[in-house]
């Protein structure tokens, strides 16, 4: 496992953007398959985005083109770019990490992101 602790996150307005960091620690950063989840009230957290230790990138459809996940080994952190933003993206966002293989084992805390209209 790592440790993971989020940053950014907060009430945003319908069309603006957002950052979302994800500083990791205590682990080997760059083996690890990473993902954001949101998560809404009684419901089930659901893949956002997610980058492989090999960089390749993948989106759930609902997000593509408007946000981004990218990550920097050097620094240790994995960062989520949300943009044109709107108000069905109003959730809990988690980051996670994962070696190759297994399940995800290690988690953020949640960072809350509201889009107002």
């Known amino acids: 496992q790592v440790q993971l602790a989020q940053s950014g996150g907060g009430l945003v307005h319908t069309g603006d953007s957002l950052r979302l960091s994800c500083e990791a620690s205590g682990g080997t950063f760059s083996v690890r398959n990473l993902a954001w989840l949101r998560q809404d009230p009684g419901q089930e957290r659901q893949l956002v985005a997610t980058?492989?230790?090999?960089?390749?990138?993948d989106y759930a459809h609902a997000v593509k083109g408007r946000f981004t996940i990218s990550k920097d080994n050097a620094k240790n952190t994995l960062y989520l770019e949300m943009t044109n933003l709107v108000p069905e993206d109003t959730s809990v966002y988690f980051c996670a990490a994962r070696l190759p293989g297994e399940g995800f084992d290690s988690w953020g805390q949640g960072t809350q992101v509201t889009v107002s209209s």
């Open positions: 980058i492989l230790a090999d960089g390749t990138t």
